[in-house]
């Protein structure tokens, strides 16, 4: 026994170096940052090479720097300008003595730059483990940081109902978590052959929607190809952004296919910020995962706007206002709140289709449906009833002179010419009829429909192109 223990005290203990070596590496496992891991990393490279050193890590959207000056800040400072240019595309500087590259899934992550080489062999080895447990941690707070994306974003579109609402709450969520300046949806429109990108609030069928081409864009290049491309704007690319949302030709861009059954049927890009480091494939692996969100929140909202929309012009449908009106009408009973129908029906329309064809027909009512989209406001809602006829229901409008003055604006956005082509002009114009609720003492939501009807038949049979009140009840006796 006494033989033994003089063994043993006499094995060669931790030298401090090594000790420092231990212990950082511990910390560095169980750091809660990157750029704690990083400030770690650089400082036990500094005690291995008895020299300063200093780092930068490329997290997302966002650099980390760190250096350990060793009481020369001066070359301190000269080492973290190297390591800025070492890790950008195209180096600007000379290369450091010692310049150790960081990887992390294939792709530069960081780089750490020494003062001096590292001595002797025991020390470069040490330098190696440190480099793959930076790389570990990287990933474990990587993964962690993307699961509580993933939920945080899952909880936010649960408590939401609107389909155009929660594709720009993904992309608000992701362009922030990516540290990009903007991002885009793209759907394939199949009658145009091209790519139509959904602008904020903007609905998933609207025909309002800005279209790119196929070829010479990025999100082109992936609904062909069926896979995710990091990669420059080109000028093409740049058409999809309109101010202010300041995108040029050769900033950097992700994308990555929406896909659903099996089958690609448009692309999810975010646009770097130009101070912000490049995408790179652990990027594009989690937007993959964002977009089959996505493209399953888009399949399932496209099922959703059949049921409800009018196939040509994107209005809801008939049995979508059979639904709203019943629902209005309940929702005033229970609340004391009035709200106002208005059916309009165009004039002269069947000498359009008579003069024009019915194709003519088709592009002239979807061009009427846009302007009056674009003259409601952001609450109301306008169906398509039937042929060229189309009801709106104003929430909350309960007096004659804002109803009045709302149909009046919608009639005098519908009196124009509309240019379907260089060949062809068609002027429009449209008779509408009003009643509210409960003004008009209608006892059933069908009364109110055939009052704004009864109304729109005096502003036709009147001279059309007007706007017309629903007689109010006589007073009691």
């Known amino acids: 026994m006494k033989q033994r223990h003089a063994a043993f005290k006499g094995a060669p203990r931790r030298t401090p170096v090594a000790q420092t070596w231990c212990d950082g590496l511990q910390q560095l496992l169980l750091a809660e940052t990157e750029q704690a891991a990083l400030d770690l990393l650089v400082a036990i490279c500094s005690e291995l090479a008895l020299a300063p050193a200093a780092g930068v890590a490329k997290g997302r959207g966002v650099y980390y720097h760190s250096v350990h000056s060793r009481g020369r800040s001066q070359a301190g400072a000269q080492l973290l300008e190297q390591a800025i240019d070492a890790i950008e595309p195209q180096p600007r500087l000379e290369p450091t003595p010692v310049c150790l590259p960081l990887f992390h899934l294939g792709d530069l992550i960081a780089v750490v730059c020494l003062g001096s ?24 707070l990587r993964r962690s940081a993307e699961a509580q994306l993933l939920a945080r974003l899952s909880a936010s579109l649960s408590a939401s109902r609107d389909p155009s609402d929660m594709v720009q709450q993904v992309l608000s969520f992701t362009t922030a978590a990516f540290g990009g300046t903007t991002g885009r949806v793209f759907l394939f429109d199949e009658r145009a052959g091209d790519l139509k990108s959904l602008n904020d609030g903007e609905n998933l069928e609207s025909p309002a929607s800005i279209h790119v ?8 290049q992936v609904v062909q190809q069926g896979q995710g491309v990091i990669g420059e704007l080109e000028p093409a690319d740049v058409l999809a952004f309109p101010e202010p ?24 890009m975010l646009v770097g910020r130009q101070s912000s480091p490049r995408f790179s494939t652990d990027d594009m692996r989690l937007l993959a995962t964002i977009g089959g969100m996505m493209a399953a929140l888009i399949a399932n909202a496209r099922l959703y706007v059949r049921a409800v929309r009018d196939a040509l012009t994107g209005a809801y449908n008939r049995g979508a206002f059979d639904s709203a009106l019943e629902q209005s009408w309940q929702r005033a009973s229970e609340l004391q709140i009035g709200f106002t129908l208005i059916l309009l029906d165009f004039d002269n329309f069947k000498q359009v289709n008579d003069r024009f064809g ?60 509309l240019v379907v082509n260089e060949l062809v002009r068609v002027p429009i114009s449209a008779s509408l009829g009003v009643a509210i609720h409960p003004l008009h003492g209608a006892l059933k939501a069908r009364e ?6 009864d109304a729109a038949y005096q502003a036709k049979i009147s001279g059309k192109n007007r706007v017309v009140l629903a007689p109010l009840p006589a007073p009691p006796a």
């Not at 081409?213 to 082109?220: F, Q």
């Not at 949302?245 to 999810?268: E, I, K, N, S, T």
Request: aromatic share 6%; net charge neutral; charged share 20%.
């Open 213 to 220: 081409g196929l070829d010479g864009t990025l999100a082109g």
């Open 358 to 417: 019915h194709t003519i027909g088709d592009q002239v009512l979807q061009m009427a449906t846009r302007i009056l989209w674009e003259a409601l406001r952001t609450d109301d809602v306008i169906f398509r009833y039937g042929g060229e006829e189309f009801c709106v229901l104003l929430a909350g409008v309960a007096e004659p002179p804002t109803a009045l003055g709302i149909a009046e604006r919608l009639r005098a956005a519908l009196d124009c010419s």
């Open 245 to 268: 949302a300041h995108v040029l030709p050769g900033m950097q861009g992700l994308c990555v296919p929406l896909a659903y059954a099996g089958r690609v049927f448009g692309a999810m």
């Open 117 to 140: 080489k590292v001595r002797p062999a025991v020390r470069r080895a040490m330098l190696a483990t440190l480099r793959v447990a930076f790389a570990q941690t990287i990933d474990r």
């Open 448 to 453: 109110l429909l055939d009052l704004a009807d």
